[in-house]
C-alpha cells in the first residue's frame, strides 16, 4: 500500500471510531430521558 491509501484507511478507522461513540452517546442519552434520569 502506498502511504496516502495507509493514511486515507486509518482516517476511515479513526472516523468510524467516533462515529460509532457519538451513537453510543446519543442512544445512552436517550435511554436516559426515556427513564426521566436527565430532562
Request: a negative charge; zero cysteines.
Given at each position: 500500500?502506498?502511504a496516502?491509501?495507509?493514511?486515507?484507511?486509518?482516517?476511515m478507522e479513526?472516523?468510524?471510531?467516533?462515529?460509532?461513540?457519538?451513537?453510543?452517546?446519543?442512544i445512552?442519552?436517550?435511554e436516559?430521558?426515556?427513564a426521566g434520569?436527565?430532562?
Amino acid at each position: 500500500m502506498n502511504a496516502s491509501l495507509e493514511r486515507y484507511v486509518a482516517e476511515m478507522e479513526r472516523n468510524r471510531e467516533e462515529t460509532t461513540e457519538e451513537m453510543v452517546r446519543r442512544i445512552v442519552v436517550e435511554e436516559l430521558k426515556k427513564a426521566g434520569v436527565i430532562q
